[in-house]
């Protein structure tokens, strides 16, 4: 069983930065692992924004995400990171990690076996 737990979430000014962590328990092994995030307003579907291999560190992004949003993981820490950039309204959602028991960096939510509770990211303008 794996636990997926988001931090890093808040409020912030058009224009800005915010990185979320997500940290990994109860699994230590994660190489054949592929970790995601994705994002949800109320009254829309759950969406892709990015995704990492555990083992080779190889990503995939959505194209809204592309040049703007930078996902990494630290397996020191067992941890998970997406680094948002040149934030913008349009942006402010839940942002939820997930994990897929396989290294293929899929980008359907359906592909995905565990997920975190989510953290709340807003942009004003």
């Known amino acids: 069983q794996v636990q997926l737990v988001e931090s890093g979430g808040g409020l912030v000014q058009a224009g800005g930065s915010l990185r979320l962590s997500c940290a990994v328990s109860?699994?230590?092994?994660?190489?054949?692992?592929?970790m995601g995030w994705f994002r949800q307003a109320p009254g829309k579907e759950r969406e892709f924004v990015a995704a990492?291999?555990?083992?080779?560190?190889?990503?995939s992004y959505a194209d809204s995400a592309k040049g703007r949003f930078t996902i990494s993981r630290d397996g020191a820490k067992n941890t998970v990171y997406l680094q948002m950039n040149s934030l913008q309204a349009e942006d402010t959602d839940v942002y939820s990690c997930?994990?897929?028991?396989?290294?293929?960096?899929?980008?359907?939510?359906?592909?995905?076996?565990?997920w975190g509770q989510g953290t709340q990211v807003t942009v004003s303008r």
């Open positions: 997930a994990a897929d028991r396989r290294p293929v960096r899929s980008k359907a939510i359906f592909d995905y076996d565990y």
């Open positions: 990492i291999s555990w083992s080779s560190g190889q990503t």
């Open positions: 109860g699994r230590t092994f994660m190489s054949y692992y592929t």
